[in-house]
């Protein structure tokens, strides 16, 4: 390494992102929203397969919903079923029903 100013840091990575493959749970849609701008807006399910302490077979599927704002003219290719991959920081957040006995936590990935 030569003398002079330090450049490794510009290439640091974030520490939250997520990167996942999953197929499309129904077709994209497209949503105007203020200033004229659109979103298309989907839902992509992911499974994982493992085995518990007693060596049963387990799967689990999380489902990240998505929002694409660049070029609302993807939501054609984004049709259910569809494998994508995606790869951001993810935001979270949770829900439940009135009595609070059916809480979710979701993943939103704001592409």
């Keep these: 390494m030569g003398k002079g ?3 490794d840091y510009l290439f640091i990575k974030p520490l939250n992102v997520m ?11 497209v949503r105007n929203v203020k200033n004229d701008k659109k979103v298309t807006a989907f839902t992509v399910a992911v499974n994982k397969r493992y085995k518990n302490k ?17 070029n609302p003219g993807l939501a054609t290719y984004l049709t259910k079923g569809a494998i994508v ?13 009135h009595l609070l006995e059916n809480i979710k936590f979701l993943s939103n990935l704001y592409i």
């Design 85 to 97: 991959d995606g790869i951001d920081a993810p935001e979270t957040g949770h829900t439940s029903n």
């Design 54 to 70: 007693a060596g049963e077979k387990q799967e689990k599927t999380s489902f990240i919903r998505c929002a694409y704002w660049i």
């Design 5 to 7: 100013k330090r450049t």
């Design 19 to 29: 990167q996942f493959t999953g197929r499309i749970t129904a077709d994209a849609e």
